[in-house]
């Protein structure tokens, strides 16, 4: 297991190489400069132009530039373009917001995805079956945004209840009720989430289950005389779950992936919504490091995930 | 169809004709028996209908009254009435000619970017499956980094540093989902490549072109056709996300997307101009997704079970 997990880190290393220079190269290719507009106001002078130029890099070629702005991202020293502060530190200050979102969301999608997979998986080749595969389809082919504005007409427009934001702005509560207020705040987001989600997972759980029903131990415990129950939660459903630890693996990459527009539309101060403002102010440094980092955690999830399912499934060996 | 059975597979009564087995028939009555899959199918013919109406009457004609670019301020935020059955927007343009004069712009981005996607997609999961060795492990590593971006979030930051063009954005569409037919092609390749009939086209001497495109390949078509149809709901979804971003296709161009962008700043006032191109954009995704689970299943043989 140590061996294959250093190899893998080692096949990573090449891979982490090619994210920074896409990551570096998809910025500074691009056209205009990433400060629109600082030529022609006449505040800034052209000295402090020059020394923003330095403290970006910008006065080097692409070359030297990349060498110098990885060995910023890396030693955390990267800063913004927009208020000179270190990313780092701007990133760090969003993430408590966007987990706490990832962790209802992820809870809200496997209390839906598993017993929705099972049902499923039960009744195969049924219409039953067909109708939660319609219903998976439909979960995936709803768009976020356009979900996420029927709720906003719905919950602020018709009952007048406050979504938008962390929490509900400029009223003082105590300490519990201001919990709930910020869990409610979190759930709609979560629950837009879940809805992509729970489609997603209950076709994988559909599928697992459906195998597990299938097997040997499966039709032993049948002809034993066990009832319908035992066999389908306590064999099948239980080696059906073991596929399902990987997706803690993939939860660490979706912290940026689908949180963009989700988090914007509901004023969500979350990495998403991070992102989409540095895409809004041609933020370069931000919106590499973001790339960078949301790439890492995909390979460290492919990694987490995999290690997962060799511990909770011993007949999984990596050699 | 990489296994051809080699006597009539008889799935069920409607099968037992005298007719001799063939792949395209058997799939075609697979498909067809999928309800959700065959309904899904005629609601994509409609909407190609409705698409090439839209192109061909080109702006006010002789199918609808109302022009999709008409700008009439006096009749701005109606809601839906007998002649604006779909209300009228923020500039008092007919909603129900913008939506029907997106269908194409919408459908075409979808195909477009889909096409490129397969593409590149074909040729480099073809080239890694062939060859193998380092050239798959070097073509594969360079998947595995295209797969750790957050995609949506790289097509904003190229959409929003480019300038705003229906072309940039089926480019960039294209250019970042190409991954997963790699994968699935070079799949594909690996096992074909060991099969006899390759074995002979190389024993015979053909040239490498020739026998990765005119004799492994359309063998592998099949799952290559199952994803992009998948793909087409996904590059529809994503254009419609930037648009609603407003990073999408530029106005006055109507598309489901911008609708529901030019009527977001509305929602309190104006449900029509979020409920509507909502709709259109779920029904198309749906369907495309629908056709290709279909295909899907009717294409795999574990599936001949019924």
């Not at chain 2, 051809?4 to 037992?16: H, M, R, S, Y």
Request: glycine share 8%; proline share 7%.
């Amino acid at each position: 297991m140590m061996t294959f997990v250093l190899r893998r880190l080692l096949v990573s290393i090449p891979i982490l190489f090619g994210i920074t220079v896409v990551s570096f190269l998809i910025v500074h290719l691009a056209p205009g400069t990433p400060y629109p507009g600082l030529e022609l106001n006449p505040k800034v002078s052209p000295e402090i132009r020059r020394l923003m130029e330095q403290t970006y890099h910008f006065d080097k070629p692409l070359i030297a530039r990349y060498g110098l702005i990885m060995k910023d991202m890396f030693t955390g020293q990267i800063r913004s373009f927009q208020d000179n502060e270190r990313v780092l530190v701007k990133i760090g200050r969003r993430l408590p917001a966007t987990i706490s979102l990832n962790i209802v969301a992820t809870i809200l999608t496997m209390a839906g995805a598993i017993p929705l997979g099972i049902y499923a998986a039960r009744h195969r080749g049924t219409w039953r079956d067909q109708g939660v595969t319609v219903l998976s389809f439909m979960g995936i082919a709803l768009p976020s945004f356009w979900v996420a504005y029927m709720l906003l007409m719905l919950f602020v427009g018709k009952m007048g209840i406050p979504v938008v934001g962390l929490r509900t702005f400029g009223v003082e509560m105590p300490f519990g009720v201001g919990l709930m207020d910020r869990l409610w705040h979190l759930f709609l987001p979560a629950v837009i989430f879940a809805i992509g989600g729970i489609a997603a997972q209950s076709r994988y759980m559909r599928g697992s289950m459906a195998d597990a029903m299938v097997q040997d131990f499966v039709r032993t415990a049948r002809a034993k005389g066990l009832s319908d129950e035992a066999v389908v939660y306590k064999h099948a459903l239980r080696n059906a779950l073991l596929p399902m630890v990987t997706i803690f693996g993939l939860l660490l990459p979706s912290l940026l992936g689908g949180a963009v527009i989700i988090e914007t539309i509901f004023a969500y101060p979350g990495i998403g919504r991070l992102g989409f403002e540095a895409v809004m102010a041609r933020d370069y440094p931000t919106i590499m490091t973001l790339n960078t980092i949301a790439a890492i955690l995909v390979l460290l999830g492919n990694l987490v995930a995999d290690v997962l399912y060799a511990v909770v499934d011993p007949r999984i060996r990596y050699e | 169809m990489t296994s051809a059975p080699t006597k009539p597979d008889v799935t069920g009564p409607e099968l037992q004709t005298t007719e001799p087995y063939s792949p395209w028939r058997d799939f075609r009555k697979r498909f067809v028996r999928n309800k959700p899959a065959i309904s899904a199918f005629w609601i994509l013919v409609a909407l190609a209908a409705i698409a090439l109406a839209a192109v061909t009457m080109g702006g006010t004609g002789a199918y609808w009254p109302y022009d999709p670019v008409n700008v009439e301020p006096p009749a701005k935020l109606q809601p839906p009435t007998w002649s604006h059955p779909l209300g009228t927007d923020n500039l008092g343009r007919d909603v129900f000619a913008r939506m029907i004069h997106g269908t194409p712009i919408s459908l075409t981005v979808g195909l477009i970017a889909v096409a490129v996607s397969v593409t590149i997609g074909i040729l480099i999961g073809s080239l890694a499956g062939y060859f193998g060795g380092v050239v798959d492990n070097i073509l594969m590593r360079f998947v595995d980094m295209m797969m750790c971006f957050p995609t949506f979030f790289l097509i904003l930051t190229v959409v929003a540093l480019l300038k705003p063009s229906i072309y940039n954005i089926i480019i960039v569409i294209g250019l970042t989902s190409w991954t997963g037919t790699a994968r699935f092609v070079r799949a594909e390749f690996l096992t074909l490549r060991q099969r006899d009939f390759v074995m002979a086209a190389v024993a015979g001497g053909l040239g490498n072109g020739r026998i990765i495109f005119r004799h492994i390949l359309p063998n592998a078509l099949a799952p290559v056709a199952v994803s992009a149809v998948l793909g087409i709901a996904g590059a529809i979804l994503t254009e419609a996300s930037l648009s609603f971003l407003g990073f999408g296709v530029p106005p006055p161009a109507p598309t489901w997307g911008n609708i529901l962008a030019d009527g977001k700043v509305y929602i309190l006032d104006a449900w029509w101009l979020i409920l509507f191109p909502g709709m259109a954009i779920f029904i198309t995704t749906l369907s495309f997704y629908l056709v290709g689970e279909g295909m899907r299943e009717a294409l795999d043989p574990r599936l001949r079970v019924d």
